[in-house]
């Protein structure tokens, strides 16, 4: 006699949970429809295998099963960094959260914060291109490393002066960490996502692209009309004022 129970039930929904966060990063990185495949095939060799119990095609499907493993590992070892990255970045993980303290030198006060959101809406008005990518939990080495050293204050003056637009550090990121200018002219990577407004550019879908594989908070000056607009947790936030800037990024910035 079939046994159901409650242990059951909750499997069931733990796995369909499981498919359903997974489809979402996948979604996210434009996979949706390679991971689709993949769960068709799925449903075929459980259902060839376990409820029909062909011998000769489940032989062939337990052997792809098999060898395709690895092949899904190389396949989509983006979308799996990311996914691990992700549940690490959790913020209401309280329990990875004792371990993680905050020095007092290195917390972000209101006054750190001001002259990035002056800097913003003054290259704003100009219509001044800029993309600032802040440093939160995930490091950022890497990005740095793609851009030359600057190792400055964060100063209004000297954002400005990076992003001027005959200035040859203009076109990439600036990366700043732990209250400081570490870099620019940094190289991001592009997101690639198919429901990003065509008005945005390629400023914008760097911005995202960092934004989700990163912790990070990028903001974007647009060039062609000035708009100030945030990108983090892969999400846009467009059309920002100076106090909405100024909020979220207090707002962001607290959580560290």
């Excluded at 002066?161 to 400081?180: C, E, Q, T, Y």
């Excluded at 945005?200 to 974007?220: E, F, M, N, P, V």
């Amino acid at each position: 006699m079939f046994d159901f129970g409650i242990k059951d039930i909750i499997d069931i929904i733990l796995v369909a949970l499981l498919l359903y966060y997974i489809y979402k990063l996948m979604k996210e990185s434009s996979s949706a429809n390679l991971f689709s495949g993949l769960l068709l095939f799925i449903v075929a060799w459980i259902l060839v295998s376990q409820v029909f119990e062909m011998r000769m095609l489940g032989g062939i499907f337990d052997k792809l099963v098999n060898v395709g493993s690895l092949a899904l590992i190389v396949l989509f070892q983006e979308e799996i960094r990311n996914f691990f990255s992700t549940i690490g970045r959790q913020r209401n993980n309280k329990l990875l959260n004792l371990f993680r303290r905050t020095k007092e030198s290195e917390k972000i006060h209101r006054s750190d914060i001001i002259p990035i959101v002056m800097a913003c809406m003054s290259m704003g008005k100009q219509k001044v291109g800029a993309l600032i990518v802040i440093e939160r939990e995930s490091n950022l080495k890497e990005i740095s490393d793609s851009g030359e050293n600057i190792d400055a204050v964060v100063s209004q003056r000297l954002i400005e002066n990076i992003f001027f637009k005959n200035s040859p550090l203009h076109d990439g990121a600036m990366v700043i960490s732990h209250k400081r200018i570490k870099a620019a002219g940094c190289i991001l990577p592009v997101a690639h996502d198919s429901d990003i407004p065509k008005a945005l550019g390629l400023r914008h879908r760097a911005g995202l692209g960092i934004s989700q594989k990163t912790d990070c908070i990028a903001i974007i000056v647009s060039e062609e009309t000035g708009g100030i607009s945030i990108a983090q947790n892969g999400q846009f936030s467009l059309r920002l004022s100076a106090e909405e800037l100024e909020s979220r990024l207090s707002e962001a910035l607290e959580e560290k």
